[in-house]
């Protein structure tokens, strides 16, 4: 069974803290995305990556950082945590392909709380 | 950005009834994708229609694409209290990179 997993499904961390979030994928995929979901604003793209070592910004990437030292992991950093990155916080992957099929798989979520 | 608008935002039935949900996007697409949200849990995909396909069908669920008029519908018949959940619609548009522009979502309440 396919799966994307995610380091905590709750976070709670203070202001001014520097914040890591894990996701790892089992599929071999290229893709991996990181997404914040707020209420009534859907989901937002942060980082994406297709390749190991490689990143692109997504439309809210201002305050986050990314790595991805290996195919199946990708992090999201918070260099310094604030308030208005309670969020929930979500990753996915696809596979690198071009021919229409590129179904997203999602991991459960971190539900992140700075106070 | 957001390109994809799903309508209605929230949509409350009884079970056995059938359920429309409508997505509207801007630019031209390589394909559409709904994706079921259980609260609080990740996406799941659960059927993808290609631009150059029209209809598609996977179990309950009945997706139709009208390019014309840059929107798809995802019709699920005989709905059952499991169906309870946000519903998405994600667009791949043309010319782009790899990347989902996905909707805000609608909330769909199916009650016993």
């Known amino acids: 069974d396919v799966k994307v997993t995610q380091s905590s499904r709750y976070l709670v961390k203070r202001t001014g803290e520097k914040v890591f979030l894990e996701c790892v994928q089992d599929m071999d995929h290229e893709n991996m995305f990181w997404y914040r979901q707020d209420p009534g604003l859907g989901l937002r793209l942060i980082y994406f990556s297709y390749d190991v070592k490689m990143k692109e910004k997504g439309d809210i990437p201002e305050g986050y950082s990314v790595s991805r030292e290996k195919k199946e992991r990708f992090s999201l950093i918070l260099e310094s945590a604030s308030t208005n990155q309670t969020s929930m916080y979500l990753c996915a992957s696809s596979p690198a392909t071009r021919s229409s099929y590129n179904e997203q798989f999602f991991g459960p979520g971190t539900r992140l709380t700075v106070l | 950005s957001q390109q994809g608008e799903e309508d209605p935002q929230a949509l409350s039935i009884q079970e056995g009834e059938n359920a429309t949900m409508n997505c509207s996007y801007k630019?031209?697409?390589?394909?559409l994708q709904w994706y079921r949200q259980n609260s609080g849990r990740g996406l799941v995909h659960l059927i993808l229609i290609r631009s150059n396909e029209r209809e598609k069908h996977s179990g309950r669920l009945r997706v139709t694409l009208d390019t014309s008029k840059k929107s798809s519908s995802l019709l699920i018949t005989a709905s059952r209290a499991a169906d309870t959940a946000s519903y998405f619609c994600a667009t791949d548009p043309q010319g782009g990179s790899e990347k989902l522009v996905f909707g805000k979502g609608m909330k769909l309440t199916v009650n016993p």
């Open positions: 630019t031209s697409i390589n394909n």
